[in-house]
């Protein structure tokens, strides 16, 4: 099967719109300087993840919607539930293409992948694994396989292990949803747990703080209390120590009455759990989410729940039904934003390297390439691209951030005649595009095309590299041989002087038809 060029999700997508007919000259493009990527959303609205149902929704209506609300609420990310593994993939991806930060897709997967997406891997109850002969063993595969699988499908965070010492026997929510009724058997097996699960790339959150495990009745109905006094109370905490010593990325409060800690507010909404306990006392900087607002555990309306949430010290406000009213309410009544954003903005800059993106971005300027001649500042760059599975929205995106005037030529079909614009001068810096695909017959631009290279500019070859040595006499020339979106940053920082490329050219090129560079 024929891939975008590069092979990746991050290069797939379409050339600027705006060009149709022969060669289209000066097609500007905006840019968006509010949103780009390594910049994070500073709007209230990104401590929401709002949830997609892609099987009730319709992956389509769920896709327009979600694109809408990253244009209106700029959520942090999306709760993922059912669907197929493929499904779920096409929509992460899509989505993710839409938006110009990293996104943060979450999913309730605490038997493995296939509780929410077919065809992957459903698991035996987390007691259940606690049951057999090994169970270190077995709750590190099944953190493994939870992980693996998941990424698969496009998520990246886990809404699991349960951390919940199940010490009431008629709890009717946790019960074999705990590993067991013994704290340090808890411990052991989450800590086995969020080791291998993250081990994949994956980031975990660890629920249900402070203990869900000795209530007598459901959060999803009513208000419920955890039994049992203060040593019951402290004793619940061990398993969630025992997740952050293992590195969980997430804690995910309970919306229950804990008498020994705050006999006045579900843990949720109470700043002595969240802040107090969580934070202070247990030292977690890292990001706390709620559990679904939509419960009635909280005691109150979902909105007014979700500012009290905020004031406690939760980053993440999870499954609001109208995320776009509560992006208004946060709005109008900003609490402890600014570190809840940092907090949440460093757990998705976490995931993104810890899922391959940091990676490539580490070693972006290594591949770009510089080939010959002395790199200048450009008055203006040309875009020569007519291959419409080529994606340089991040380049021009970021020359636009650093003012740098962008034109786009293309070429609709073939048989194009004259050029429409003249050489360009000195300060001209053309890019070129040429990666192998199938049905094409070529790698590089029309002819056409290439006569609007500036002829003694400079000149950027995405892709194919041999593409330059028809062009000896450019004021200098880079190769780049990848269109992921961090090199193509990269390269907006080589042309205006913020970096060096650093990369070494692995092919041998000839200048004039003799010798090599």
């Not at 992948?113 to 270190?136: D, I, K, Y």
């Not at 998705?348 to 002395?374: C, D, K, N, P, W």
């Not at 875009?383 to 599975?389: G, V």
């Amino acid at each position: 099967m024929e891939t975008a060029p590069g092979g990746s999700a991050w290069d797939h997508g379409r050339a600027p719109a705006g060009a149709s007919g022969r060669i289209v000259a000066a097609v500007k493009y905006p840019g968006r300087s509010d949103f780009r990527w390594g910049s994070f959303p500073s709007e209230p609205g990104y401590r929401i993840m709002p949830a997609v149902r892609l099987e009730r929704e319709g992956a389509e209506k769920a896709l327009e919607r979600a694109t809408n609300l990253l244009e209106t609420v700029h959520p942090c990310g999306f709760l993922v539930f059912g669907g197929t593994s493929v499904m779920v993939r096409r929509f992460t991806e899509a989505v993710q293409r839409e938006a110009a930060y990293p996104l943060i897709f979450a999913a309730d997967v605490e038997r493995g992948a296939g509780e929410q997406f077919r065809p992957l891997t459903v698991l035996p109850p987390p007691m259940a694994l606690a049951s057999v002969q090994e169970p270190e063993a077995a709750a590190a595969e099944a953190g493994r396989l939870t992980g693996s699988e998941a990424l698969s499908a496009g998520i990246n965070l886990l809404f699991a292990p349960v951390c919940d010492v199940n010490s009431n026997p008629r709890n009717p929510i946790i019960n074999v949803r705990s590993f067991s009724d013994e704290g340090k058997t808890v411990s052991c097996l989450v800590r086995r747990w969020i080791e291998s699960a993250r081990a994949t790339g994956a980031a975990v959150c660890a629920k249900h703080f402070p203990g869900h495990g000795s209530t007598g009745g459901d959060s999803h109905l009513e208000v419920v209390r955890a039994t049992g006094g203060k040593r019951a109370a402290a004793a619940a905490l061990g398993p969630f120590r025992a997740a952050l010593e293992a590195g969980a990325d997430c804690v995910m409060t309970a919306h229950i009455i804990v008498d020994a800690f705050d006999p006045d507010s579900p843990a949720t909404l109470s700043r002595r759990i969240v802040t107090g306990i969580l934070r202070e006392k247990m030292g977690f900087d890292g990001v706390v989410v709620t559990d679904a607002l939509g419960m009635a555990g909280t005691g109150m309306d979902e909105y007014a729940a979700a500012l009290r949430a905020a004031e406690a010290g939760c980053d993440i406000l999870l499954y609001p039904r109208d995320p776009k009213r509560l992006s208004r309410m946060l709005e109008e009544n900003t609490v402890g934003g600014n570190e809840s954003l940092r907090r949440i903005e460093t757990l998705a800059r976490h995931i993104a390297e810890a899922t391959g993106y940091g990676f490539v971005r580490t070693l972006s300027l290594e591949m770009v390439i510089r080939v010959s001649g002395e790199v200048f500042r450009p008055e203006e760059v040309r875009i020569l691209n007519d291959d419409e599975r080529v994606n340089l929205k991040p380049l021009l995106e970021a020359l636009a951030e650093k003012g740098i005037s962008t034109s786009v030529f293309r070429k609709e079909n073939a048989g194009v005649g004259e050029a429409t614009r003249e050489g360009g001068g000195e300060k001209t810096v053309s890019v070129l595009t040429g990666f192998p695909g199938a049905w094409r017959g070529r790698l590089g631009p029309a002819e056409e095309l290439l006569k609007e290279v500036a002829p003694e500019g400079g000149l950027v070859a995405f892709g194919d590299p041999w593409i330059l040595e028809r062009f000896p006499k450019a004021a200098f020339r880079l190769s780049v041989p990848t269109l992921a979106p961090p090199v193509q940053r990269a390269v907006a920082a080589v042309l205006v002087g913020d970096a060096e490329p650093k990369g070494r050219l692995p092919v041998k090129l000839k200048r004039n038809g003799e010798g090599e560079d």
